[in-house]
Nanobody
Framework: VQLVESGGGSVQAGESLRLSCTVP????????VAWFREAPGKEREWVAH????????STRDSVRGRFDISRDNARSTVYLQMDKLKPEDTAMYHC??????????????????WGQGTQVTVSS
């Protein structure tokens, strides 16, 4: 395991959490880092990604306006700020890194490096 997530927890609907993903420096520079989530009984789905060099981001439609992905180059860390959380956001959240492609992918199979995940539980 090379990526380390933190920041998950149990919250009420409408509250916020900020997830952190610490990436090894050799893997961080000018590469793609993404957040995925996996709810019980569902496929792991892409949530957002950021190119750590350009800062370009993309976020899935269902969380746009509530979730924001950002980076701190000095700390080689990528964040996922999650506001106005809903029960349907409940999942294990994983970060992943791709050191091969020039443009960031939405597909989990394009990310060879993963963290163990951090649990987010939102109650109504």
């Amino acid at each position: 395991v090379q990526l380390v997530e933190s920041g998950g927890g149990s919250v009420q609907a409408g509250e916020s959490l900020r997830l952190s993903c610490t990436v090894p420096r050799y893997m961080y520079r000018s590469n793609c880092v993404a957040w995925f989530r996996e709810a019980p009984g569902k496929e792991r789905e892409w949530v957002a990604h950021i190119h750590t060099g350009s800062g370009l981001t993309s976020t899935r439609d269902s969380v746009r306006g509530r979730f924001d992905i950002s980076r701190d180059n000095a700390r080689s860390t990528v964040y996922l700020q999650m506001d106005k959380l809903k029960p349907e956001d409940t999942a294990m959240y994983h970060c992943a890194a791709d050191t091969v492609r020039w443009t960031c992918s939405w597909f989990k199979t394009d990310y060879p490096h993963w963290g163990q995940g951090t649990q987010v539980t939102v109650s109504s």
